[in-house]
């Protein structure tokens, strides 16, 4: 049985790899039923008009960070507020969230598992324990394993995934010592979705 996550996934037509490496795998639902969840499934899709397709792009996005409609919201209207292009800066605003900063350093297999990681106190940045999963980190800050967590079975393989993880160029992971840091802001987005279509649909509201 698909769950909840591969239904979404199905619904949209694309792999947001919300089920860690499942979705690297041919047990991914998207691959094995690519064709949208229920009865009616398989028949051909209709034309989908402009607003259908923004809304798909925002709810690719909304499900791939985990957020609720009100979250996303508000990182739109904090980003269109700051000077520079908006879709760049909810981009910047939700990878510089911690959950997603321990899944893209690879402390975790996907982001909802790193949201359980923070919100449980398993993660320190600049040795301080933070159980915020929507906090925004800056650079230079350090991101560890809370040194009594290192035994939780979720940490169990984390020397083999990190040494095969690959955080992006605005990370460091240094694998001996379990430490990641900020080094710049984020950049260079490799994305399942638009966001510029994104900023269109709110930008109707």
């Given amino acids: 049985m698909f769950n909840t996550s591969e239904k979404k ?18 047990k991914c639902a998207a691959v094995r039923r690519p064709q949208k969840p229920g009865i009616h499934g398989k028949s051909r899709r209709r034309g989908i008009s402009e607003y259908g397709q923004l809304l798909n792009e925002k709810q690719k996005i909304r499900f791939s960070y985990g957020l609720r409609e009100s979250q996303l919201r508000k990182v739109f209207e904090t980003a269109s507020r700051n000077p520079g292009v908006t879709g ?9 969230r911690l959950d997603n900063v321990v899944f893209r350093l690879g ?7 790193a949201r359980q990681l923070v919100s449980h106190g398993h993660i320190l940045v600049n040795n301080k324990k933070v159980t915020i999963p929507s906090y925004l980190l800056r650079i230079g800050e350090k991101i560890v394993i809370r040194p009594q967590s290192k035994d939780n079975p979720v940490f169990k393989d984390l020397n083999i995934t990190l040494k095969k993880s690959e955080p992006p160029v605005w990370l460091n992971m240094d694998t001996e010592k379990y430490e990641g840091r900020v080094v710049a802001l984020p950049k260079d987005f490799d994305l399942p979705f638009d966001v510029n279509m994104v900023v269109d649909y709110y930008s109707k509201q």
């Fill in 9 to 26: 996934e199905r619904a949209l037509g694309v792999r947001l790899f919300l089920k860690a490496n499942r979705c690297n795998s041919a």
């Fill in 88 to 96: 760049d800066m909810m981009m910047q605003l939700l990878e510089r």
């Fill in 107 to 113: 402390f975790a297999p996907s982001r909802s598992v």
